[in-house]
């Protein structure tokens, strides 16, 4: 059912988002399961042009409710995933997930909130959502060009998942499964139980290059990746690229991971010192993937530095 006009016009109004652009910032929705929906995004960074749209969202639909998985850079991006959900189903968003504490997995979640919805996340992610959160939505609005203010910090989940947990859509089961610290910490899986779809997040990337960040940990990404074997014959949505069975992801992730890890940690053993170590990984096996150039040096970089500091510890 779709949302009265007036209560559009409201939300991009408020958001300062004119309604023409609200309608070209997001694809329409792809259905993957009888439950399940996502926004496949394109490659690269946030920038103008894209409205920061380059990662996969999801939405699933239950008898009572419905959540969503991760809300986005910034609200204006939240309120165009709120209008098209509202082209699908008037049933209420009780929950908003996030997958990870990057800013394109948490900066809607204020608009969301005020809508009614839930905002969860897994214990790791809350001290980087909290403590960075306003940060991370100055730069969004800086990189997008907005008005100050127009993005606003989500603040503090107001439910933290510990350990594994159910919630109930009425005749949906979400399962929460939180995974450590992979791409960042407190990284958590959705699964769909009854449509056999798991939302990864950033834990699968998928046709491009995945990024290390200095709160990533190669090691914790490895033994989440890991922990998805255990979800037998499902659909996995990345964080980044086509959803897929989990098969594709060994190269593009996991493959990829172990290389850095097993070169580094041999860097770190031997001395190496960091360019060399860097200059000496052949890293090329993935440079098809999109966003070669842009991480492959990072990437490097990163790892050894977390490798060298593992060997101490």
Known sequence: MSPPAWCRLALFLLLGLPLAAAGELLPAPERLAQHSHAWIGPYGPPTRENRGFRMNLGFVVGDDAVAVVDSGYGEPMAAAMLAEIRRVTDRPVRYVISTNSQPHRILGGALFREQGAQLVAADGAVERIVGEGPAMAEFATGVLGLAPGAIRPPGAPDRVVSAEEQLDLGGVTLRLVPVG??????SLLVEVVED???????????????SLLPVSRVD?????????????????VPGHGRPDRLAPFEQSTHAYLVALKRHMDAAAEAGTGLQQAIDSLDQSAWQALADFDLLAGRNASIAYLEREAAAFE
């Open 196 to 210: 056999r779809v798991v939302f990864a997040g950033d834990v699968l990337y998928g046709g491009r290059l995945l």
């Open 181 to 186: 610290t992979a791409h960042t910490p407190g």
């Open 220 to 236: 914790g990404w490895i033994e989440a990746f890991d922990r998805l074997r255990a979800f037998d014959g499902v659909l996995f």
